[in-house]
């Protein structure tokens, strides 16, 4: 079994920053990206940033220059550090990590969430 923790959600101005955390552990051998997706009122869950093993980064357009995600393999920890908030970036945030288990089969596993609210 797989556990992924998040923290940092909460509520912000427009404008502002946040910091999310998400720490795996469990059964697993090697994690390969870790990254976050969030889920709007009425939206489709979409891939906000992914980070690599090596360090590689992706970004989704519309956090690109505002969010940075960044990870501690040591640690198994992946976080997302978000500023200049805008209402659009308010969702549930859900860590993700596609890793290797003890028997070397490749799994993705989302974390349960974690609010972040926008105000205006």
């Known amino acids: 079994q797989v556990q992924l923790v998040e923290s940092g959600g909460g509520l912000v101005q427009a404008g502002g920053s946040l910091r999310l955390s998400c720490a795996a552990s469990?059964?697993?051998?090697?994690?390969?990206?870790m990254g976050w997706y969030r889920q709007g009122p009425g939206k489709q869950r979409e891939l906000v940033a992914v980070?690599?093993?090596?360090?590689?980064?992706n970004y989704v357009d519309p956090v690109k220059g505002r969010f940075t995600i960044s990870r501690d393999n040591a640690e198994n920890t992946v976080y997302l550090q978000m500023n200049s908030l805008k209402p659009e970036d308010t969702a549930v945030y859900y860590c993700y990590a596609h890793y290797y288990a003890s028997d070397l089969r490749p799994y993705d596993y989302w974390g349960q969430g974690t609010q972040v609210t926008v105000s205006s």
């Open positions: 469990g059964s697993i051998f090697r994690i390969n990206a």
């Open positions: 980070i690599s093993s090596g360090g590689g980064t």
